[in-house]
């Protein structure tokens, strides 16, 4: 399955924001501070970098992009922006797997490894406004209201319908034309790292495979072979936030989405953590979060209908 191929591919966590709703609204690059970093579990998505330049992790390699540099990531890859520019603008759109897996299951496994491996190409100026008119295609079929409200009843679920359908072929039309246009440009190749991130982006990645598990910062270090100490004064160094600041990030952001996008109870999610009960897990959640589990989800509910 194409998911299983990219498993070890993705990361993205837009800060606070939430990417679950990103074809509600287009997303901010401002949104995307230095030292933020996004996690997409179940989402593909691309970047097209338009304006400004930026030095992004993405996967586990470090790349430095600019204008017409387009960037994609599968379910699960980091995706972090170490440094940008003040002017730094561009696309950002994700959606689920289902959405994208029609057209994704048509490719090659070798083509799927080459995107996994090697996320980031140069594309034309003509290639950019290709993209960029199938998404704002996209966005403006999304947001539009339609006139459906002063409709006869007997219509109103035949436009919501055609609307849906007309979205749909509109996002497979997008894949087709992200993967047209990645595929006929050169990969870009990733910076070489120094001892230093190679130990970040280690971490980085092990903290996405193991903090339902683990969330000591001895068990990271350990990992490496490295005392907690240097581990730790690396990890502040080259990242900006402290290595239990990750964890907690990570942790999170896995907490956030299976409240956001599954139906398990607030026990399950706890157990599925790994968290001894519930009121642990709780207190954990509204020290992050400012908020309760169950009011999180409420909110988000409440928000998904805007």
């Known amino acids: 399955m194409v998911c299983d191929v990219f498993s070890n591919f993705a990361i993205v966590n837009y800060a606070k924001f939430k990417i679950m709703l990103s074809y509600k609204r287009p997303l901010k690059i401002d949104e995307l501070n230095a030292n933020h970093y996004m996690v997409s579990v179940h989402k593909y998505g ?7 330049t930026a030095r992004i992790l993405l996967g586990s390699n470090t790349y430095q992009i600019s204008r017409n540099h387009l960037c994609i990531y599968a379910p699960n890859t980091f995706f972090q922006i170490l440094e940008k520019s003040q002017d730094l603008e561009g696309i950002l759109e994700e959606d689920d797997v289902e959405t994208y897996h029609p ?23 003509m290639q950019a406004d290709e993209m960029i008119r ?17 409709l006869p009843d007997k219509h109103k679920e035949l436009t919501e319908t055609t609307r849906a359908d007309c979205m749909r072929y509109l996002r497979y039309a997008l894949c087709l034309k992200v993967l ?26 092990s903290v996405y495979e193991n903090c339902h598990r683990q969330r000591m910062v001895q068990y990271y270090a350990d990992e490496q072979h490295l005392s907690p100490y240097y581990f730790s004064s690396i990890i502040k160094e080259r990242s900006g936030q402290s290595a239990l600041q990750w964890i907690g990030n990570v942790t999170m952001t896995f907490s956030r989405q299976y ?19 519930q009121s642990t897990f709780g207190r954990y959640f509204k020290h992050h979060e400012g908020c ?9 509910k409440l928000f998904k209908q805007i």
């Open 46 to 52: 691309f970047f097209l970098c338009r304006e400004g």
């Open 103 to 125: 057209v994704l299951g048509t490719i090659d496994i070798r083509k799927r490894l080459q995107v996994r491996n090697s996320p980031c190409v140069k594309i034309s100026e």
């Open 134 to 150: 199938l998404y704002n295609m996209v966005r403006e079929n999304g947001q539009s209201t339609t006139e459906k409200d002063n």
């Open 180 to 205: 047209e246009v990645y595929f006929s440009n050169t990969p870009v190749e990733a910076i070489p790292q120094t001892k230093e991130d190679t130990i970040l982006n280690r971490f980085l990645v």
């Open 259 to 277: 409240l956001e996008c599954s139906e398990m109870s607030i026990k399950e999610i706890a157990d599925r953590l790994n968290f001894p009960d």
């Open 292 to 300: 309760s589990p169950s009011d999180f989800r409420e909110r988000y």
